[in-house]
């Protein structure tokens, strides 16, 4: 099957509406700025890092994040994947796309914390029988390095586009097509492979497209 074709049926697919009319200069041009608020909250309610000193001040604020290593056990030793803690991982992975898609200027509309607004993010609750292996989950996020080798390329992509979409904003109020599709494609391809090795919803390899 071709990477397009598995792209195509990927238990995880993420769009979001392209904004065919005039974009707002001036919250473009301040965008840095008026995200601040918005960043914080994401970082309060996406815990700490477990491997990052740095981050040990957020202990007594910080209220989750993607729940992983308890994931992983419930998997191993009872095979079951709770559904709210499905729930949780999908509100909160919709709740960080929705604040890229404000940073990389796909949208205008400030991200809420709670609404779909225009960015469209879906993964399928795993049938943990039937679509999981036993003993997987320990080692998806290794088998996911090729994956991370090419991201970090495409992202470094992906903020030089968004660097000329500002200039093309601020000139002439729109985003052009081909450079939104690509950063979309980027975004989509980072959260098919967070989505099979951290938040585990499926064992079906990502494929290597931004489709």
Do not use: C
């Not at 815990?47 to 992983?68: C, L, M, N, Q, Y």
């Not at 909160?92 to 225009?118: C, H, I, K, N, W």
């Amino acid at each position: 099957m071709s990477d397009t074709s598995k792209s195509a049926s990927y238990p995880v697919s993420l769009t979001i509406d392209y904004p065919d009319r005039e974009l707002n200069r001036l919250t473009s041009v301040f965008r840095v700025i008026l995200i601040v608020p918005i960043v914080a909250i994401l970082v309060l309610v996406s815990g700490p890092s477990w491997d990052s000193a740095k981050d040990a001040w957020r202990f007594p604020f910080a209220v989750g994040g993607i729940v992983f290593l308890p994931t992983v056990l419930m998997l191993l030793v009872r095979w079951k994947y709770p559904r709210w803690w499905f729930d949780w991982n999908l509100a909160l992975s919709r709740f960080g796309m929705r604040v890229g898609a404000y940073f990389a200027l796909l949208t205008d509309g400030y991200p809420s914390t709670d609404e779909e607004q225009t960015v469209h993010l879906t993964m399928k609750y795993p049938d943990v029988a039937r679509e999981l292996k036993t003993g997987l989950p320990l080692v998806k996020w290794f088998l996911a390095i090729p994956h991370y080798i090419v991201l970090a390329f495409l992202f470094v992509g992906a903020l030089g586009a968004v660097l000329i979409a500002w200039f093309a904003i601020l000139f002439t109020a729109r985003y052009p097509r081909g450079l939104f599709d690509f950063v979309v494609g980027v975004m989509r391809w980072a959260v098919r492979v967070s989505a099979y090795a951290f938040v585990l919803v499926t064992d079906v390899y990502p494929p290597f497209s931004l489709d």
